[in-house]
């Protein structure tokens, strides 16, 4: 069964929560990704986007074969900094399939709201470049073929971790395309989450 995730402003305190933007909160040894860029400037590490982390939790109660774990966080990064109006990228990842590097999926399997730490990234006059967290509620999904949602369409050999439409929190992709990150079933099956493939496409 899908699930549909939706997304609002918040005054919640979201550390360790289920939440989309802001800083995630990662365990003392999970590094935030970044893609090696060579411009100009030189070759720097340029930080991938904050997406999401997920409480495992949450998702539990609706997915009941047991999909996906029902402890622990996921965490999503990608390079799409293009589709947000507030910043220029130093990449492009247009439509079709992705380098395997824009787009990581990292998981642990506990969390420990004493040992995790929010990886806050700044620019030079120390400002947030991150955009503000918004809550993440999550719920069965009518039509997993639109709209932002985790389980969608899937085949007896790959299958869909997440969908994320085109207008979900301020993004915009291309006209009727949406960001596809996907598996293998096997690695699916066998909890390989760093194997995730992500593609821009309808």
Known sequence: MAISIKVQESEAELFCSSKWWGDPDLPADMEYPTVEVTDEDGTYDYPLTFVCQIDCEDLAP?????????????YIFAGLDEY???????????????????????????????????????????????????K?????????????????????????????????????FPEETALHLVYSATDFAAGKWKLVKGRLEK
């Open 84 to 134: 947000l109006d507030q910043f220029d990228s130093p990449f492009h990842n247009g439509e079709g399939p992705w380098a395997k590097k824009m787009v990581v999926v990292k998981y642990t399997k506990a969390i420990n709201f004493e040992t995790f730490n929010s990886a806050i990234l700044v620019d030079d006059e120390d400002q947030p470049l991150t955009q503000p967290a918004l």
């Open 136 to 172: 993440m509620t999550f719920e069965p999904c009518g039509d997993p073929d639109s709209g932002t949602c985790l389980l969608g369409p899937s085949s007896p050999n790959q299958v869909e971790l997440l969908r994320i439409a085109s207008g979900t929190a301020g993004l915009h």
């Open 62 to 74: 609706l997915d009941p074969e047991g999909k996906l774990p029902h402890q622990g966080m996921f």
